[in-house]
């Protein structure tokens, strides 16, 4: 049973259209996480909610937006595409931000290609 | 700030071979460590979690270590298969989210 879904698995869009990523999940979990990834590269943290307070990373570029309307969803907007933007996005959820046997749980990812 | 380090970035054996990745980080003040799979274009998929009280943990023919003062930690993968073959990421959680290194690219060779 799938517990992360994102959609679209890829994501194709054009040099300064908008686009949106879908994360959702079935866990009730109160924490999203959003990362990108970029080619060997380790998974970099933009941002997460705590339930519906936002955190967003210091270096997180400000063209990155997110939104949570509810537990299940979160998306992440990204409101001008640039070239160094083509990268992976994982979506990632857990029960609590801290604990010894906290761990997050991924999705598959989206793949974005910016043309 | 928290740095992982990830060493070697790729390693390529023979099947059936012993392996270990090394995974090293700059502040021991962690709640756990995980390791996770990455196959390509794929995410992340959780393997072990070592709370910071914890010296291993097991699962079939993986084993991680953990040394949290000296900031270290193995992964020890036994009777290596070419399913094995993926890039294998250390992440710490301390009071900030998952922190990742690059990974280790690994390649079975049957």
């Known amino acids: 049973d799938a517990m992360v879904i994102q959609n679209p698995r890829y994501q194709v869009t054009q040099f300064g259209k908008p686009v949106t990523l879908s994360c959702s999940q079935t866990l009730n979990h109160n924490v999203m996480y959003w990362y990108q990834q970029k080619s060997s590269q380790a998974p970099k943290l933009l941002f997460h909610y705590y339930d519906k307070d936002f955190n967003n990373e210091a270096d997180t570029p400000d063209n990155f937006q997110s939104r949570r309307p509810n537990t299940s969803f979160c998306f992440l907007d990204i409101r001008s595409p640039g070239l160094g933007d083509a990268a992976m996005y994982l979506c990632?959820?857990?029960?609590?931000?801290?604990?010894?046997?906290?761990?997050?749980?991924f999705g598959p990812g989206t793949r974005l290609l910016v043309l | 700030k928290q740095e992982v380090t990830q060493i070697p970035a790729a390693l390529s054996v023979p099947e059936g071979e012993n392996l270990v990745l090394n995974c090293s980080f700059t502040d021991s003040a962690i709640y756990n460590l995980q390791w996770f799979r990455q196959d390509p274009g794929k995410g992340l998929t959780s393997l072990l979690l070592?709370?910071?009280?914890?010296r291993e943990q097991t699962s079939g023919r993986l084993n991680a270590s953990l040394d949290k003062s000296s900031g270290r930690s193995t992964l020890y993968i036994a009777a290596s298969q070419p399913g094995d073959s993926a890039t294998y990421l250390c992440?710490?959680?301390?009071?900030?989210?998952?922190?990742f290194g690059k990974g280790t690219r690994l390649s079975v060779i049957a």
């Open positions: 990632a959820t857990s029960r609590d931000r801290t604990g010894a046997r906290e761990t997050q749980y």
């Open positions: 070592i709370q910071s009280s914890q």
């Open positions: 992440a710490v959680r301390g009071n900030t989210p998952l922190v």
